[in-house]
């Protein structure tokens, strides 16, 4: 049975359709964990002498996770802790050298990623103190969870193809 209404054609199959369609999902917002330019001296760089002496490094992130302060009862355990990620990042800073700012980003992430709350991470890098000319020299960075989870796969698969 088809019928033609405004120039559509309307085909019945005699399918259930379930009234819940018509009703809107209760959907979850998000919120934002903002860290802006939090200052560390770190060593990193490629060069001889940024491995002799650590430079201040500018860390910008903005974490979106899933919105439950509805339902948190007053305990810092409960969200995604800004504190509890700048202890993190220092710790990150504080744990050797690093060779490359990409690289740091690629163990932001990981540290941000390791909270399942956390739906995507955007993360600004900059080295302060690299030229005279320029007030800072990084990167601008950002994944969503989906990304993350791909590139890590991918990446451990080529880690088990070298092994």
Same mark, same amino acid.
């Given at each position: ?70 339902? %948190?009862?007053?305990? $810092? #355990? ?7 990620? +700048? &202890? /993190?990042? !220092?710790?990150? =800073? ?42 800072? %020299?990084?990167?601008? $960075? #950002? ?7 791909? +590139? &890590? /796969?991918? !990446?451990?698969? =080529? ?5």
């Amino acid at each position: 049975m088809s019928k033609n209404y405004k120039n559509i054609s309307v085909i019945s199959t005699g399918s259930w359709v379930p009234n819940e369609l018509d009703e809107p999902k209760h959907v979850k917002g998000t919120y934002k964990v903002q860290i802006n330019e939090l200052v560390l001296n770190a060593s990193i760089g490629i060069h001889e002498y940024e491995r002799k002496k650590k430079q201040r490094v500018s860390i910008s992130l903005s974490i979106k996770a899933d919105d439950n302060l509805s339902e %948190v009862n007053e305990s $810092i #355990s409960n969200v995604v802790s800004y504190e509890h990620v +700048i &202890k /993190k990042l !220092k710790k990150l =800073i504080n744990s050797g050298h690093i060779d490359l700012i990409e690289t740091l980003s690629e163990k932001i992430f990981e540290l941000c990623f390791c909270d399942s709350r956390v739906l995507s991470v955007w993360m600004k890098l900059e080295k302060l103190d690299v030229f005279s000319d320029a007030k800072s %020299v990084g990167i601008e $960075i #950002s994944r969503d969870k989906t990304s993350y989870q791909n +590139i &890590k /796969k991918k !990446k451990n698969n =080529i880690t088990k193809i070298k092994k």
